[in-house]
């Protein structure tokens, strides 16, 4: 099960950050290049071992947008993108985003009270922007009926658990020097 996605990832070079080891890979970054027998395997994963009896798909910008785009054209399911930057439209919800490398503002449109929805992104590494997208959800009035992440890396996941959120990931990872290691 997810072997493409398990040989792409031990195949994916490592970029040094300082002291962060970041792993390139085409769920996480789009580089070098999106197959689509990848982005397939994953989206037949999420329609296997989600609860798709629901209104709408949310991503995040950006690398959640491949994934959710070819969930919502497998499903017929809208799609709803949380955008980086302000619309300014009636109903916008803006939220902070932390995570381990950023700050900012995080934009929800296209979501209204009762909307049964299920969340779908690419990595989780410290949970900050998971915690501002089921943050803008539930001002929203949204019920969040599963969150599915591709990758788990690092703490981000176990947090949203402690917090009492369900997660669903499909591969925990580590990477370092030597590369990315699947833990599950």
Known sequence: MLERLKRSLLEAPIYKRGDYNYFIHPITDGVPEVRPDLIREVVTHIIRTGNLDIDKIVTIEAMGIHIGTALSLFT????????????????????????????????LN???????????????????????????????????????????????????????????????????????RILD
Do not use: F, H, N, W
């Open 76 to 107: 017929d399911i809208p799609l709803v993108i949380i955008r980086k930057r302000k619309y300014g439209l009636p109903g916008e919800i803006a939220v902070s985003q932390v995570t381990g490398y950023s700050k900012g503002e995080l934009y």
């Open 110 to 180: 296209g979501v209204s009270s009762g909307d049964r929805v299920i969340v779908v992104d690419d990595v989780i590494s410290t949970g900050g922007t998971a915690l501002a997208t089921l943050a803008a959800l539930k001002a929203a009035g949204a019920e969040v009926v599963d969150v599915l992440c591709v990758i788990e890396r690092g703490k981000g996941a176990d947090r949203l658990r402690r917090e009492g959120y369900q997660i669903k990931t499909m591969l925990r990872v580590e990477a370092d020097d030597s590369g990315v």
